[in-house]
């Protein structure tokens, strides 16, 4: 499977940057096989380093795009008839309808360091009909360092591109922990606030 998806991307590459952006609009191409083989062709010299990190963090909001328009406009029922065909569960689903009710719009950007998250909380951002300009603007803001992290490992690493997935997620680890204390201090923060505004 893992073979079969590597060679549509290659396929992409024709295309130059604009492939990049369209490889990664289809949800079921995992990006994180996208980007590591997309940082090796700069490693080959068939593509600039900045201009590959711009079409892949392009790329990671138009994806997401596409999941926020199904939650919008096809709504739940829509989601778990058809969410198979993005790769997302039912669980995952779940999972991100309660992260985006207890952080609201914030999620667009902190639920994509989060595994089991990051991919399905555009649906429910879609849903709550969360304003368009905010979600590209959070996606983009996540997907950047993102994008840039994977990419650069894969130019690095080289022909052992195929070894970034697990050393990205050791990098993103760190990070995620972050973006989850700093979650709950915002929590914390606005609710220490809304009290003292009721005493």
Not at 99 to 114: D, H, L, S
Request: aromatic share 16%.
């Amino acid at each position: 499977m893992e073979q079969f998806i590597i060679d549509i991307v290659h396929q992409f590459k024709q295309l130059s940057y604009a492939g990049i952006i369209m490889a990664l609009t289809f949800e079921f191409i995992p990006a994180e096989i996208v980007l590591p083989l997309v940082g090796y062709w700069v490693f080959q010299g068939d593509m600039n380093l900045w201009l590959a990190i711009l079409a892949g963090s392009i790329g990671g909001v138009t994806g997401p795009l596409t999941l926020y328009a199904l939650g919008k406009y096809g709504g739940r029922p829509l989601i778990l008839k058809y969410g198979k065909y993005f790769l997302i569960r039912e669980r995952e689903i779940v999972a991100s309808e309660r992260f985006f009710a207890k952080y609201g719009a914030g999620v667009a950007f902190f639920g994509r360091f989060i595994p089991g998250v990051r991919t399905a909380i555009s649906l429910p951002c879609g849903m709550a009909n969360m304003s368009l300009v905010k979600f590209i603007a959070y996606t983009y803001a996540a997907m950047l360092p993102i994008t840039s992290l994977y990419v650069y490992l894969g130019y690095r690493l080289g022909p052992k591109w195929k070894d970034v997935a697990p050393l990205a997620k050791a990098y993103l680890m760190p990070v995620a922990i972050v973006i989850a204390v700093l979650l709950v201090c915002f929590v914390v923060y606005h609710y220490v606030k809304r009290k003292v505004k009721l005493v």
